[in-house]
């Protein structure tokens, strides 16, 4: 894409990726179809297979604390109370590249349907039955997405993404790219969670500069 766009670093099941959900809702309210967003899955804690303890569980809650303060945002960890629950992001990660295929305003959507889902909500997204109940809220059919989901291939595109952010040297979620410039360059909008009101306010700037 060679026209301004923004590209998100992000995960379903990174806390301050649900804190920054409102601003990316700001960010396509405002500028809609002229400043298009890609997104991109960071991959967290992708693959993960032991068992959260009752000490992590207490500890992530905790982090959690920080993040309602800064947002405001609602926190329900009944997610986590499966026994054998693991911290694995990839499969709701999974879940947001099978919705991308059908456009970046449906990834962003169900990125932040995932988020809410699991923190807000307090539902389990690291299973296929939940992730597939999100799926068809935002209108894809259960069946074929669920197909696409558990296939191969979602799992290859998915690790991909995880593989440009690394190469981006992208350390940390929310992470908000914009570019190119003028001259063919990306930059950083913001490495960690920020306000709406900061956020617009480099945008805006910074497309007054495109344009001028």
Request: aromatic content about 10%.
């Amino acid at each position: 894409m060679t026209t301004p766009h923004l590209i998100y670093f992000s995960d379903p099941m990174c806390s301050w990726c649900y804190g920054f959900s409102p601003v990316i809702e700001e960010i396509r309210r405002t500028f809609g179809a002229a400043l298009p967003i890609r997104v991109v899955m960071g991959g967290l804690r992708p693959g993960t297979e032991t068992p959260m303890t009752p000490e992590a569980k207490l500890e992530l809650a905790d982090h959690w604390t920080h993040v309602h303060e800064a947002t405001g945002l609602p926190f329900n960890g009944s997610g986590m109370a499966r026994p054998g629950f693991a911290y694995d992001t990839d499969p709701a990660a999974r879940a947001v590249v099978v919705a991308r295929r059908d456009g970046e305003e449906l990834a962003a959507a169900y990125l932040a349907r995932a988020q809410r889902a699991f923190y807000g909500e307090g539902r389990d997204v690291t299973t296929a039955e939940v992730l597939a109940d999100l799926a068809e809220e935002l209108g894809l059919d259960r069946a074929p997405f669920l197909s696409s989901w558990a296939s191969e291939a979602a799992k290859s595109e998915t690790w991909r993404d995880y593989a440009i952010s690394q190469r981006a040297g992208v350390t940390g979620f929310p992470t908000l790219v914009a570019g190119p410039n003028e001259d063919g360059v990306y930059g950083v909008v913001t490495r960690g969670y920020a306000s709406g009101d900061q956020v617009l306010g480099v945008l805006r700037d910074w497309l007054a500069r495109i344009a001028a």
